[in-house]
């Protein structure tokens, strides 16, 4: 009869079945993993499935939708950041390394190839720059003619007027 008589009577039974349950658990042949565990388990494994089968028909179209906005968005943003960041670096890189790459192809060009092939390519890398300092050559003595020829024609022009200005005088 004295108070808070029943709060002490569950929590003494909460700490026996506590017990139990530690002691029983450690034993492989225990009520628990004998008796109480199979039919839980199996329980357990069935409420996951319907859990997890009304989790997909909910949140697959989140999932898409999601899906395609971060495949989309985001790694593309991330591609366009990466690609600002990255192509000043790429770019020292390359400068950095310009004359060792130079320098290995030319080694490369030399030592690689036959010295009459080279000299067959010399000479026709001399003619093809003939060829362009002739072709410019010839576009500026074309722009020229055509500026004297211009200056020719102003000058025949004024020489007209000046001639028709006497005779109207």
């Avoid at 039919?39 to 996951?48: E, G, S």
């Avoid at 670096?89 to 092939?117: M, T």
């Avoid at 500026?140 to 006497?166: A, D, P, S």
């Amino acid at each position: 009869d004295f108070p808070n008589y029943a709060e002490r009577s569950k929590l003494f039974a909460t700490v026996l079945v506590m017990i139990f349950l530690l002691v029983d658990l450690q034993s492989p042949v225990g009520f628990v993993r004998c008796v109480l565990y199979p039919p839980c388990r199996d329980l357990c494994l069935a409420m996951w499935e319907i859990i997890y089968t009304l989790a997909m028909i909910i949140f697959m179209p989140v999932k898409c939708i999601y899906r395609s906005v971060v495949e989309i968005v985001i790694y593309e943003l991330y591609d366009i950041l990466i690609l600002i960041c990255y192509t000043p670096v790429n770019i020292g890189k390359h400068l950095l390394y310009l004359p060792l790459f130079l320098y290995e192809g030319v080694k490369l060009y030399f030592f690689e190839n036959s010295w009459a092939g080279l000299l067959q390519r010399a000479v026709h890398i001399i003619f093809i720059l003939l060829f362009l300092d002739s072709a410019s050559q010839t576009d500026l003595l074309q722009m020229f003619e055509q500026i004297q020829l211009g200056k020719r024609m102003r000058n025949t022009v004024r020489h007209v007027i000046k001639h028709f200005k006497g005779k109207d005088t």
